[in-house]
């Protein structure tokens, strides 16, 4: 099985900060990986998928960058409805693996 | 619209059996792959089971094969998983989540449903 390792496990930041969340395949996975964002008792949304294309609807501040066995998610400037929990989802193989997800907090 | 409803989940004493269903409306059901994620409460998500679009291959987790079982009517637009042999491990948010033809990933997710396997 692909182990995702995604870090920081939570950050603390700012409103119009830059935030950058990093997973770390266990073996390559070429592009296929994929990011998302999870509020409270909602569903997760897809943000990215094969690596860096953003999903239709989704800001601009956030891009994504990576190949093989690492990848980074970019947030360039933090807005307040950014607050929220993000994974990561390596879409190579079964079984598909989500890495751990990096909590973004409020400062 | 893309809609995808699971039915209510609800509690189960281990050892028994429940199942659940999705119902897909918005697009062309029958045409795309689709899964079943989980999530415990307070942990990360958990793959659980995939379908094909024409029911010819179904992947499982090592944590739930042999247990559950995923299948679908295309017919009527529906994901069903069906539980049995529920531990207390199984407890969580279950997701029906469509695979992306174009997104190689879930890019649709519905609400949720919880459930709960305790005495």
């Known amino acids: 099985d692909i182990q995702m390792t995604q870090s920081p496990s939570s950050v603390s930041a700012s409103v119009g900060d830059r935030v950058t969340i990093t997973c770390r395949a266990s073996?390559?996975?070429?592009?296929?990986l994929a990011w998302y964002q999870q509020k409270p008792g909602r569903a997760p949304k897809l943000l990215i998928y094969?690596?860096?294309t953003l999903q239709s609807g989704v800001p601009s501040r956030f891009s994504g960058s990576g190949s093989e066995t690492d990848f980074t998610l970019t947030i360039s400037s933090l807005q307040p409805e950014d607050f929220a929990t993000y994974f990561c989802?390596?879409?190579?193989?079964?079984?598909?693996?989500f890495g751990g997800g990096t909590k973004v907090e409020i400062k | 619209e893309v809609q995808l409803v699971e039915s209510r989940g609800g509690l189960v004493k281990p050892g028994g059996s429940l199942r659940l269903s999705c119902a897909a409306s918005?697009?062309?059901?029958?045409?795309?792959?689709m899964n079943w994620v989980r999530q415990a409460p307070g942990k990360g998500l958990e793959w659980v089971s995939s379908?094909?679009?024409?029911?010819?291959?179904?992947s499982y987790a090592d944590s739930v094969r042999g247990r559950f079982t995923i299948s679908r009517d295309n017919g009527k637009n529906s994901l069903f998983l069906q539980m049995n042999s529920l531990r207390a491990e199984d407890s969580a948010v279950y997701y029906c989540?469509?695979?992306?033809?174009?997104?190689?990933?879930?890019?649709?997710w519905g609400q949720g449903t919880p459930v709960t396997v305790s005495s």
């Open positions: 989802l390596q879409a190579n193989s079964f079984p598909l693996t």
């Open positions: 918005g697009f062309s059901f029958a045409t795309y792959s």
């Open positions: 989540a469509r695979w992306g033809s174009e997104a190689w990933a879930f890019d649709y």
């Open positions: 379908i094909s679009s024409d029911t010819s291959d179904t």
């Open positions: 073996q390559g996975i070429s592009s296929w």
């Open positions: 094969a690596a860096s």
